[in-house]
């Protein structure tokens, strides 16, 4: 849930990356921090245990307008990988307003997408929210990999009935990053705006 700092004139929202572990999550926050200028970030603070770590960092996008007068500053959040950091996982989705599912286009990786979605839909009504009441889009990352999954087989699995944007992406070099990004980010601020 949004919040809105009254006296800075902004509203705050918050998009988490969630997916499978090594499907890039991280790997997307990096390439956004180190393409936006850093007179409109917050620094990337990443909160590492002995067993994991979760990446954030804010930033103030110029190009996506304002809701009623006001800035919009998203905070993008990283969870753990692993579904055995479940707890982590919850704590990071308090309050979402947005969310980035990073599939694995790794063949190997398929059962892992599919686990990695319903453990979101779970920790999510933990927090009574619906998975439909909430906007997400599926980032397929890895495309560039041998052998990678047709993005509709992963689709099949992730969004059998096709109700998320879905983008293609090589996180790694950047490709598909801030397609998706900016997509979530339109998403977080149309319901922002429906909602006022």
Same mark, same amino acid.
């Given at each position: 849930?949004?919040?809105?700092n ?13 997916g ?31 067993d ?7 930033f103030l996008?110029?190009?996506l307008?304002s ?9 993008l959040?990283? @969870?753990? =990988?692993? %579904? &055995?950091y479940?707890? *982590?996982?919850?704590l990071? $989705? #308090?309050? @979402?307003? =947005?969310? %980035? &599912?990073?599939a694995? *286009?790794?063949?190997?990786? $398929? #059962?892992a ?6 453990n ?8 009574g ?8 889009v599926?980032?397929?990352n890895?495309?560039d990999?041998?052998?990678?999954l ?17 983008f ?14 900016k ?12 909602n006022?």
């Amino acid at each position: 849930m949004s919040t809105i700092n009254f006296a800075a004139r902004e509203i705050n929202c918050k998009i988490v990356y969630y997916g499978p572990g090594m499907s890039g999550k991280t790997t997307n926050l990096k390439h956004v921090f180190s393409k936006v200028p850093a007179q409109l970030r917050g620094e990337m603070v990443s909160l590492a245990t002995e067993d994991e770590r979760t990446l954030f960092f804010d930033f103030l996008p110029l190009d996506l307008g304002s809701v009623q007068g006001f800035k919009t500053r998203f905070h993008l959040y990283t @969870v753990p =990988g692993q %579904v &055995f950091y479940n707890a *982590s996982r919850k704590l990071i $989705l #308090r309050g @979402v307003d =947005g969310i %980035v &599912f990073v599939a694995d *286009s790794a063949p190997n990786r $398929l #059962r892992a997408n599919a686990e990695s979605m319903r453990n979101l839909r779970e920790n999510l009504a933990e927090h009574g929210i619906d998975v439909r009441d909430v906007p997400i889009v599926l980032q397929v990352n890895k495309r560039d990999i041998e052998g990678a999954l047709p993005t509709d087989m992963i689709r099949a699995v992730i969004d059998p009935k096709k109700e998320l944007t879905l983008f293609e992406a090589t996180a790694h070099n950047g490709g598909g990053v801030f397609e998706t990004l900016k997509s979530v980010s339109r998403l977080v601020l149309d319901r922002l705006a429906q909602n006022k």
